[in-house]
């Protein structure tokens, strides 16, 4: 590893003129920045559409690459379709925390007792769960859709 040349609390600069860097978490305050060869996003299901759009940029002179490390957060956003859509340009690593060998099983029990059956079935057992605020689940709503049916007019 280079020589750390430069450090605060957002930035690490090191002696072969690589740099690590602490963006801002919003559309707004995070543009400027060109020749990113790598965005790491932590909690990448809670980053807005908007900020993934304003941070690709960033990678196009370069061809950077884009890791997204994350727990599900709900069916939305483009986390959870570039998680279950068919893109082949994204290479998937699901590991739940059953197998993570530094979480005990009591752990995870007392976890689920504490947290509820869903909502340790997304922080713990990655699934992606419908938003609370839904009235209805969204295959129901996906199922509503056919292109099967012709519109009466137009």
């Not at 690589?18 to 996003?41: F, K, Q, Y």
């Not at 690709?56 to 957060?73: E, F, H, Q, Y």
């Not at 893109?87 to 979480?103: D, F, G, M, N, Y």
């Not at 007792?113 to 009235?135: I, K, N, P």
């Amino acid at each position: 590893m280079p020589n750390l040349v430069a450090e605060s609390a957002l930035r690490a600069e090191y002696a072969n003129g690589s740099r690590v860097l602490a963006l801002p978490g919003t559309e707004r305050t995070i543009r400027g920045l060109a020749g990113a060869d790598l965005i790491l996003l932590d909690e990448a299901a809670r980053v807005d559409d908007e900020l993934l759009a304003a941070m690709r940029p960033m990678m196009a002179t370069v061809n950077g690459s884009l890791i997204a490390l994350t727990t599900p957060k709900g069916k939305r956003g483009w986390f959870f379709e570039a998680w279950t859509g068919g893109e082949k340009s994204w290479h998937r690593v699901k590991v739940s925390a059953s197998q993570c060998p530094r979480l005990t099983k009591e752990f995870l029990a007392e976890e689920l007792r504490e947290l509820g059956a869903m909502r340790f079935s997304e922080e713990y057992q990655l699934e992606f769960l419908e938003a609370d605020e839904s009235v209805f689940p969204t295959a129901i709503i996906d199922r509503a859709f056919t292109t099967e049916v012709q519109p009466l007019w137009g």
